[in-house]
């Protein structure tokens, strides 16, 4: 028996100790993009942005993540965590972590942001600090255009406390009757159909070194505040406090007795839209004992499930602001590319007739003459994966396009170019995942319009999310079919190719074409295919391949020769590959691991994980691409796809994964994830007792920012400098 093995027998690798808590790795996730919002260096308006998106990802852990623990403890579930947690003891730690995280994110908006913003000509006025004349327009603007939309609701006897809508900012006003001397309670909900913030005209703004302020408004419930005596005629207004209120947004579909899936998420988005039971509610800090009672009571939630506000609720709306004409104070412009293998078809109208195209001017020419790879942002996907699909469309000698769609935009090219094709006569066959969460009411919508213009569309697999983004389009060319793919790590959405940086094969290999034709079968009829040629699938090889490929790495150290693996994805949770990856530790296989979120490895341990290293980049795009590189022994394999190394990816979710074959391809990778491994600038270490630190640039030397390093390179690659 090696020493290898011997040692590996006197350590329990699936000891809790070994492993962090999801749930808390994903509160240290929206802890770094907090950050980002805190950090001088990130643009003003930015900063606004991430405060933005912190409050928006809290928003969906809670109504996701909080309540399913909370379904758990009502169940009795007792089943522990792989970090040894139960489900009780998980909320009470998610709420520990939380408290000084709200506090801080709040503290430095209304004392640090607000300050800059009027520096900068951005003034968040409260209505009490208005002068006469502002009050006067807003008091105006509430009669004309808010007082009509709202609808007081009274609680009494003979009207029950009103269902309170998930996320909804209201206003718990306390009212006296002043023929009864009684105090009465009614509760204003903040229409959502009207801007959050109402700004004052120009003429209005406050005026900063002789220029007028860019934007100068107040909280739209605070109009509302200031003149609750429309709502209230006769009564005495004694006091009003806002609160706001998260449900359980969660889906539950039996999909098992669902005889048609389209009408049953249908009737579950309904419920959604109620909302299932309360899960949090944020109150304004200082409301008194017994309103903050009544509002429990009614909502049937403890004390922790109720967070204190000193400040403005929602700050989710703040992003509106990144619509202010002020480029000074946004990150600086980014064009996406179009990479140099495609710069000759920028001019041709893909709409028209493509049998005029001279030899080597078409996009399926270029795929013929080498695999391409794309990489959004930086390279444009209008000009690459979107323009390989109207080609399809368009082009007289395809015959068939088939493509998975599990989030896209509501105004898709794309989705165009598939409807197009199948006016064309082609064969078009669409998977569209109705289960992608908090996407499901547009991928609906989207499904009947492309049945309705002749498309097939296929709901996907019972008992399975289709996560994989593949396309295949299928082409007579002289006496023989060629089929062409597109695999990619990321949604065919143009919005968010903008946004996110994902990769995508496009290649016209004879072994990829077959196994996404065997896969779509697998997606659109009754198949059990077990292998496939070259991708790597789940729920049917990825898993122990993935294991398998660790594993191949500890062999090689076992024999004298090096191991090595760089692992680029967005979580890493599932506990069968965390384990393996500490037996290639402890075998001396070098680990690198770029893992933007949750990651419940612990790296650094001796013993266990002493030569594995985790670091996660936050910055201008959400890194959402999925790499995989393996050594072994100089015979180097590179994968990239859809799924991350969690359980619903491995197990639950169908997902592809395929092997970069050409060898400048697999090199362009490698230097992009030596890029994110050298960052100093926006990369954080994962420390082993849970904590990340940021890194920093050492004194004298250059700031290594992944975005901006592979912008510029980007820009070379085409002639700009």
């Given at each position: 028996m090696?020493?290898?093995?011997a ?14 808590n999801?749930?808390?790795s ?9 950050h ?11 900063r ?12 969906e852990?809670f109504?996701?993540r ?8 009502e169940a ?31 503290q ?5 942001l ?6 900068h ?10 002068n006469q ?10 009669e ?13 006897p ?15 006003v306390?009212?006296?009757d ?6 009465l ?5 903040i229409?959502?159909?009207?801007p959050?913030?109402?700004p ?9 070194k002789?220029?007028?302020?860019v ?6 419930e ?6 609750l005596?429309?709502?209230?005629p006769?009564?005495?207004i004694?006091?009003c ?14 999909e098992?007795e ?8 249908e009737?579950e988005?309904y ?8 899960v949090r ?7 008194p004992?017994?309103?903050?009672s ?11 499930d ?10 989710g709306?703040l ?13 600086r412009p980014?064009?996406?590319?179009t ?7 920028q ?7 493509l ?7 078409d ?5 013929r ?18 323009r390989?699909l109207?080609?399809?469309?368009y ?8 493509m ?6 509501g105004?898709?090219p ?5 409807i ?12 569209v995942?109705?289960k992608?969460?908090?996407d499901?009411?547009n ?22 999310k289709?996560?994989t983004?593949?396309?295949l ?7 023989k ?10 949604n065919?959405?143009?919005k ?37 040629r070259?991708l790597?699938v ?17 062999e ?9 693996i760089?692992?680029?994805?967005n979580s890493?949770?599932d506990?069968?590959v ?6 290639a ?8 691991l770029?893992?933007r ?6 790296p650094?341990?001796?013993?266990v994980?002493?030569n594995i ?5 936050i ?8 790499v ?6 100089g ?20 997902e592809a ?5 050409d ?22 270490e ?9 890194r920093?640039?050492?004194e004298n030397?250059?700031i ?9 390179m ?5 002639g700009?400098?």
């Amino acid at each position: 028996m090696t020493t290898a093995k011997a040692s590996a027998k006197e350590i329990d690798l699936n000891d809790p100790k070994y492993y962090f808590n999801r749930e808390l790795s994903w509160l240290e996730f929206n802890r770094r993009v907090l950050h980002e919002a805190l950090d001088e260096r990130t643009p003003l308006l930015e900063r606004l942005k991430f405060m933005a998106i912190f409050s928006a990802n809290l928003d969906e852990f809670f109504m996701v993540r909080v309540a399913g623990l909370k379904q758990q403890v009502e169940a009795r579930v007792t089943k522990l965590t792989a970090d040894g947690r139960t489900p009780e003891q998980q909320l009470k730690d998610i709420n520990d972590r939380l408290l000084p995280l709200i506090q801080e994110q709040h503290q430095h908006f209304e004392q640090v942001l607000k300050t800059k913003l009027i520096n900068h000509g951005i003034n968040f006025l409260e209505y009490v600090d208005l002068n006469q004349e502002q009050k006067n327009y807003i008091d105006r603007f509430f009669e004309e255009h808010i007082f009509p939309v709202l609808t007081p609701l009274a609680v009494d006897p003979s009207h029950p406390f009103p269902y309170i809508s998930n996320l909804s900012l209201n206003l718990a006003v306390v009212v006296k009757d002043p023929e009864t001397e009684e105090e009465l309670f009614a509760r204003v909900k903040i229409p959502r159909v009207l801007p959050r913030f109402v700004p004052l005209p120009e003429e209005l703004r406050q005026r900063q070194k002789g220029k007028v302020a860019v934007w100068t408004g107040v909280p739209l419930e605070q109009a509302i505040a200031h003149n609750l005596e429309y709502l209230f005629p006769g009564m005495n207004i004694m006091e009003c406090y806002a609160f706001r209120v998260t449900r359980n947004a969660d889906l539950a579909v039996e999909e098992d007795e669902a005889d048609d899936l389209l009408l049953a998420i249908e009737q579950e988005l309904y419920k959604r839209r109620i909302g299932g039971s309360a899960v949090r509610l944020e109150i304004q800090a200082g409301t008194p004992d017994d309103v903050r009672s009544m509002l429990k009571r009614e909502l049937a939630l403890a004390e922790e499930d109720i967070y204190d506000i000193d400040g403005l609720l929602g700050l989710g709306d703040l992003m509106s602001f990144m619509g202010l004409p002020l480029p000074e104070l946004k990150d600086r412009p980014w064009s996406p590319v179009t990479p140099p293998r495609l710069q000759r078809l920028q001019d041709i109208d893909l709409t028209n007739n493509l049998n005029n195209l001279e030899d080597g001017e078409d996009f399926f020419s270029i795929i013929r003459d080498g695999d391409l790879l794309v990489h959004h942002p930086y390279h444009s996907f209008s000009g690459t994966v979107q323009r390989f699909l109207t080609q399809a469309a368009y082009d007289p000698h395809v015959l068939a396009i088939k493509m998975t769609l599990y989030r896209t935009s509501g105004d898709s090219p794309i989705l165009k170019a598939l409807i197009a094709a199948a006016e064309n006569g082609k064969q078009v066959s669409v998977l569209v995942e109705l289960k992608a969460r908090f996407d499901e009411e547009n991928n609906i919508i989207w499904a009947r319009k492309l049945e309705r213009s002749g498309v097939h569309v296929v709901y996907g697999l019972v008992g399975l999310k289709t996560h994989t983004k593949i396309s295949l389009v299928v082409r007579q060319e002289e006496n023989k079919i060629r089929r062409y793919v597109h695999i990619g790590t990321g949604n065919y959405n143009p919005k968010t190719a903008k946004l996110y940086t994902d990769l995508g094969l496009l290649s016209c290999r004879e072994d990829l074409g077959a196994d996404l034709t065997d896969l779509f079968n697998f997606l659109t009829g009754y198949s059990r295919q077990k292998s496939y040629r070259q991708l790597l699938v789940a729920p049917v090889s990825l898993r122990d391949r993935t294991v398998a490929m660790i594993r191949r790495e500890i062999e090689h150290c076992q024999n004298g020769a090096t191991g090595r693996i760089i692992a680029k994805m967005n979580s890493l949770v599932d506990q069968e590959v965390i384990a393996t990856l500490y037996e290639a530790s402890r075998a001396g296989v070098e680990i690198d691991l770029i893992v933007r979120g949750i990651c419940c490895l612990r790296p650094g341990i001796k013993g266990v994980s002493e030569n594995i290293r985790v670091i996660s980049i936050i910055g201008r795009f959400l890194e959402h691409s999925r790499v995989f590189y393996f050594h072994n022994n100089g015979d180097e394999e590179i994968y990239i796809g859809s799924a991350d190394w969690m359980k619903r990816n491995l197990s639950r979710r169908v997902e592809a994964v395929a092997p970069i074959k050409d060898l400048e391809l697999a090199k362009d990778l490698q230097e992009i994830l030596g890029i994110m491994l050298s960052d100093n600038r926006q990369a954080w270490e994962l420390q082993s007792d849970g904590n990340y630190i940021q890194r920093k640039p050492k004194e004298n030397s250059q700031i290594q920012s992944s975005h901006s390093v592979l912008m510029e390179m980007n820009m070379q690659s085409v002639g700009i400098a």
